[in-house]
């Protein structure tokens, strides 16, 4: 069993600063890509960052110098710095893990239950 678990959500102001964290746990042999996606209401889930196990990263042109992402391999945890918000970020933000449970297994995508982000104007 493998569980992917969120936290950092909440209401935040315009201008202001969350840090998301997601948590992989359970049987993991690696863990390759992590990333972090959203999805707002009446939308379709959309990118917003992922990084590989060598710490390549990779932005939506929307959040681009606002939000970072990074992880600590030894707590397979990711995390999202998002700075600068504004109400168009407001969303589900939900993270995934590209991973294999055994040695011999090709990794399969995990996702997270998501977290709320709301951002006031």
């Known amino acids: 069993q493998v569980q992917l678990v969120e936290s950092g959500g909440g209401l935040v102001q315009a201008g202001g600063s969350l840090r998301l964290s997601c948590t992989a746990s359970g049987s993991i042999f690696s863990i390759n890509n992590m990333g972090w996606y959203r999805q707002a209401p009446g939308k379709q889930r959309e990118l917003v960052a992922t990084i590989t196990s060598g710490a390549s990263t990779n932005y939506a042109a929307s959040v681009k110098g606002r939000f970072t992402i990074s992880r600590e391999h030894a707590k397979n945890t990711v995390y999202l710095q998002m700075n600068s918000l504004k109400p168009e970020d407001t969303a589900v933000y939900y993270c995934?893990?590209?991973?294999?449970?055994?040695?011999?297994?090709?990794?399969?995508?995990?996702w997270g239950q998501g977290t709320q982000v709301t951002v006031s104007s």
């Open positions: 995934n893990a590209d991973l294999q449970r055994f040695r011999l297994l090709d990794p399969i995508r995990y």
